[in-house]
């Protein structure tokens, strides 16, 4: 255990300054065997390889949120572009029957130039998925942008009931951030956190992260509305499961939600034991940082991959 828990800290920390270095990402990127390593968890790249993927996870019951890589994007033209890739995905949705709706990047949609550009876009890509009466989610990246995804979700929840975000366990403002929120009414992915935060906003030790995530799983199930629970920690998963049990909290409220590629076993037995389950399916060109922060998460997966690829 204190092994596991020295090599994950080591590996955490190696990846994480990996997946933001930009020098090591161009080579990383023109490799053809990190290219092949990058398949276990990245769908194709274009929405027909996506779609071919969604078909059979919705085959087998399970649901999915398509998630069109990038992110950090600078230019007001590729922020847009963004936008419009989301509003063809919830068309092809649409057009397809498919059980799945979209996740978005605030940073994807232009948070970095400004949030109203961040707003218009989720405004253009919302205004679509409520025609075809599907959702999408803002994912929540570094705390340098948890404010600005807050508000940005805020103003939209004015004028849409299709729009949810996402709260992670790692940071010590997150308890008082879903009080804030479920006042308005908001469907919450709740997750562990994926980037590296200093110790002065985040929990250093992952027994809180995880004591935090029980503790916020029991505040969203009891907030009486539908709430996501994204993570392949079979702990926090048995947790929710028994607490709803205890508090009679329905089934129809609780979604269990995995990424794609991970823990394929555990994502079995939830949907055959008929819980709702959407699995994050991430696809296109820019999957360096995505596959960063999977190497970071926790060292099992290199060595997954690793056995996969030989
Ligand atoms: C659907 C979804 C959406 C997400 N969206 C966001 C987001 O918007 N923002 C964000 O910051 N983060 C996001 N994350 C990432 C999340 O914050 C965590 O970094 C990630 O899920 C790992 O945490 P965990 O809860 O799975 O638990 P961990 O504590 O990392 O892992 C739990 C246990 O799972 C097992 N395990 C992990 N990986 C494997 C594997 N490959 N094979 C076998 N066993 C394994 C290990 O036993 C491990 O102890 C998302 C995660 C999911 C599932």
Redesign the pocket.
């Known amino acids: 255990m204190v092994f596991d828990n020295l090599i994950n800290s080591v590996n955490r920390k190696f990846f994480m300054f990996l997946s933001t270095n930009n020098k090591i990402k161009n080579y990383v990127m023109e490799s053809d065997f990190c290219n092949k390593v990058a398949q276990r968890w990245i769908a194709g790249v274009n929405l027909p390889e996506a779609d071919t993927v969604t078909k059979g996870l919705n085959l087998e019951n399970k649901l999915v949120?398509l998630d069109h890589l990038g992110e950090m994007v600078t230019e007001n033209w590729a922020a847009k572009d963004s936008a419009y890739e989301g509003i063809g995905i919830i068309s092809h949705i649409y057009n397809n029957n498919l059980e799945a709706n979209l996740?978005v990047k605030p940073t994807q949609l232009g948070m970095d130039i400004g949030p109203d550009i961040c707003y218009d876009n989720m405004k253009m890509v919302l205004d679509t998925a409520k025609h075809c009466d599907n959702f999408v989610r803002m994912?929540?990246?570094g705390s340098a942008y948890t404010q600005k995804t807050i508000d940005v979700f805020k103003k939209l929840r004015k004028d849409y009931d299709n729009v949810g975000i996402?709260m992670?366990s790692y940071l010590y403002r997150t308890g008082d951030d879903i009080d804030d929120l479920l006042k308005i009414g908001s469907n919450f992915?709740l997750?562990?956190?994926?980037?590296r935060e200093p110790k002065n906003i985040a929990f250093p030790k992952?027994k809180d992260v995880?004591r935090n995530?029980m503790e916020l799983s029991e505040k969203l199930l009891l907030s009486g509305q539908k709430q996501a629970f994204?993570?392949?920690?079979?702990v926090?998963i048995d947790h929710i499961k028994q607490f709803a049990k205890d508090k009679n909290v329905s089934r129809d409220n609780i979604e269990f939600?995995?990424?794609y590629g991970?823990?394929r076993n555990l994502q079995q037995e939830l949907v055959d034991d008929g819980w709702n389950l959407?699995i994050?399916v991430p696809y296109g060109n820019d999957w360096y940082p995505y596959t960063m922060?999977r190497f970071a998460?926790?060292y099992?997966?290199l060595l997954?991959v690793l056995k996969d690829v030989f």
Not at 191 to 195: D, F, I, L, P
């Open positions: 949120s996740s994912d929540m990246e996402v992670q992915r997750c562990k956190g994926a980037y992952k995880d995530y994204a993570t392949h920690d079979k926090m939600q995995m990424l991970i823990r959407r994050y922060r998460e926790s099992h997966n997954f």
